[in-house]
């Protein structure tokens, strides 16, 4: 007799790693992490850190002066920041992409969030679980009253409490219980702190894509246009229009500031101000207005901020045929707290060859050999210049832009006395020097001073404070709002009714839990908050050496 053998066949090995995702899959996946509360507040974070460059750095379309003496000062890391696109930070393709990212990771963290919350809102509280003993607070009491008459007290008490009720349990005379729960606006204040937070964001990029913000140095007794000409930096929005700007012109009548003269804050500002005569538009009457650093002209939206101010000297320049080659104020930049402050000077119509100073001016001037020329007090008390003069082709005329705060010293050369050193004109007002080779003179008439303003239209700045405050709203109500359920069971035992309360605190830790237990247990049971109100085992478990904690399925049943 032949015995069959039996093939075995080995089991098939199990795959080393997980299935490669496909197309929709890795769609899906990549979704739901980017609509992840998680990835919304890191992306949040990277926004406040990508900002902070825009703050650290001058940016281009604001201080661009700063920015080309910040390339100067810095040859080396000069092309690593423009490649970084540090100079125009919220121009940038990283920053604009964090945005985005933020605004598509928000709105897709709360739209599906808005029908699970509507759900929420239609559900009933969920029916008493079967041990109520387990719960986190559990209080009970023994009453004469009928059970009906309990169940309706309790749910009259829980009413007056903000509680919602679920619908009729069919309890009746023999017992029966009664669901209750509140605190479904905590859910709701957090939908709304992140819909602010898309509010804000929304208004804001429409502040930076239909507005503008420009600067201007206007000396005191002249006047401003709101035209792109009398800018000296502007920064529109990508869809600006230019022919939106509003007819404003305002005269500066005067400025007045004040410094302190003493003491360990010697030379701090105190406060400044402007007087100046504005009109809204051509035809209209001319009105007054005090400009200082918190109190800004508003007009229609457009607003007026005195930001800044300065020394502008007066300089007259007589080229070396005699003629009056150039007289006026030349705006000097502040450089420190004393308002030690840099400028230059142009003359193009200097014959026979064009001129250009560059150099300091000196609020009160004072040497030492250690520091050399310096100012010692910001207010004019002993003024002088100090200027380089420069001789050669300005470089105006090929046609390319030049600012006025810089010298193009390409195509010139350094003006230099009888024994070969550089000329340096050191002048105190009323001073007149004449410069080598008959180039001309140059006279130190006085000075005067100048106030830097800025105008800007920020469309949306009121929908963005809207959503600052409904931000804090929400945010209160999901932090102080608290989501609570509380049951009530009673069972009538011979002739008297068995009250059982418990509570389930579903956002904190707890706090004031057991003392709402056993608020709503006195007003049930109508009974005073006494020795006889307190957490009595039930069914003969003695509730205290039961875990606090209790199985989901238990709560949800």
Not at 13 to 25: H, I, M, T
Not at 291 to 315: K, M, T
Request: hydrophobic residues 40%; aromatic residues 8%; glycine residues 10%.
């Amino acid at each position: 007799m032949t015995i069959p053998t039996l093939e075995t066949t080995a089991p098939p090995e199990p795959p080393r790693g997980p299935s490669a995702l496909g197309p929709v899959e890795l769609g899906r996946w990549a979704w739901r992490r980017l609509t992840s509360m998680r990835t919304a507040l890191l992306l949040l974070l990277l926004l406040a850190l990508a900002s902070i460059p825009g703050s650290v750095v001058p940016q281009q379309n604001i201080a661009a002066v700063r920015v080309s003496q910040w390339k100067e000062d810095h040859p080396t890391l000069a092309p690593v920041y423009d490649a970084l696109g540090l100079f125009s930070v919220y121009d940038s393709v990283w920053f604009s992409a964090i945005y985005l990212l933020l605004m598509v990771s928000l709105v897709g963290c709360i739209v599906p969030r808005l029908g699970v919350y509507w759900r929420f809102l239609r559900a009933a509280p969920p029916p008493a679980p079967r041990n109520l003993q387990r719960l986190p607070a559990y209080r009970t009491v023994t009453t004469p009253d009928a059970a009906d008459l309990v169940l309706a007290r309790a749910r009259t008490v829980l009413r007056k409490s903000r509680y919602r009720l679920a619908a009729d349990d069919g309890s009746g005379p023999a017992g029966g219980s009664v669901a209750a729960e509140r605190g479904y606006l905590r859910e709701a204040g957090n939908l709304l702190f992140h819909l602010a937070v898309v509010v804000v964001l929304l208004a804001f990029a429409f502040g930076q894509l239909f507005g503008f913000k420009g600067g201007a140095i206007v000396l005191v007794g002249k006047g401003f246009s709101n035209s792109l000409t009398q800018y000296d930096d502007f920064a529109p929005g990508s869809m600006f229009d230019p022919e939106t700007l509003r007819p404003l012109s305002l005269e500066v009548e005067d400025f007045e500031v004040e410094f302190i003269a003493s003491g360990p804050q010697r030379g701090q500002p105190i406060d400044f101000s402007a007087d100046v005569t504005y009109r809204e538009t051509p035809s209209s009457a001319p009105r007054k207005h005090r400009l200082e650093v918190n109190e800004p002209l508003v007009l229609d939206g457009v607003s007026v901020f005195l930001i800044g101010h300065g020394y502008a000297p007066v300089v007259t320049v007589r080229d070396g045929n005699g003629g009056l080659a150039y007289q006026g104020p030349v705006v000097f930049l502040p450089q420190d707290a004393s308002f030690a402050s840099f400028g230059v000077l142009k003359v193009p119509d200097a014959q026979p060859e064009q001129l250009g100073f560059e150099g300091m001016f000196f609020p009160t001037y004072a040497f030492t050999m250690d520091r050399g020329p310096f100012s010692v007090f910001p207010d004019v008390r002993n003024p002088a210049i100090s200027l380089l003069a420069w001789r050669g082709d300005l470089g105006m005329d090929s046609g390319d832009s030049q600012s006025v705060f810089e010298l193009d010293t390409d195509r010139m050369e350094k003006v230099t006395g009888a024994d070969g050193k550089d000329f340096r004109l050191d002048m105190q007002p009323g001073d007149r020097v004449e410069l080598p080779d008959g180039l001309g003179t140059v006279r130190f008439d006085g000075w005067q001073r100048w106030v830097r303003i800025q105008v800007s239209d920020t469309p949306g700045k009121g929908v963005a404070l809207a959503g600052v405050v409904l931000g804090l709203v929400g945010l209160m109500g999901s932090l102080f709002i608290r989501r609570r359920r509380t049951w009530v069971r009673v069972t009538r035992r011979g002739d008297e009714t068995f009250v059982e309360v418990a509570g389930l605190d579903r956002t904190t830790a707890g706090e004031g839990l057991d003392e709402e237990v056993r608020r709503v247990l006195a007003l049930v049971g109508g009974v005073p908050d006494g020795p006889t109100v307190g957490r009595a085992p039930a069914h003969g478990v003695d509730p205290d050496t039961v875990p606090d904690s209790h199985p989901r399925a238990d709560e949800e049943r």
